[in-house]
């Protein structure tokens, strides 16, 4: 069956990196549009960048510039860059396909379409 990883999570100081990459297996990757979300404690689930099966990607506004969604067809993995990591990008990140909506009530609950998270901290 379809399956979403994620990796690349951890703990920074403001103003660090981290990559965080999104690895799938079952089903055609190259053919889907690929999303990462975050949820941060207290609060709802939201779509943070996504990325087409062509290459657009879309950011919040309040990570543009910072973080960069790729994709590699041959490996079926979609990563993200984290770059100037905020005290307020602190969450848990979860990958996933499909259609996407500026907040999601499945975050890491619907497997196979989603992955099941990986916590970001950034201390200040």
Known sequence: GMQLVES?????????????????SGFAFA????????????DECRLVSYITLIGRTYYVDSVKGRFTLSRDN??????????????????????????????????????GIWGRGIQVNVSS
Do not use: H, I
């Open 8 to 24: 690349g999570g951890g703990s920074v100081q403001a103003g660090g990196s981290l990559r965080l990459s999104c690895t799938t």
């Open 31 to 42: 053919g889907f549009d690929m999303a990462w979300y975050r949820q941060a404690p207290g």
């Open 74 to 111: 041959d490996k079926n993995t979609a990563s993200l860059q984290m770059n100037s990591l905020k005290p307020e990008d602190t969450a848990v990140y979860f990958c996933t396909t499909g259609a996407f909506s500026s907040t999601s009530r499945d975050c890491g609950r619907r497997l």
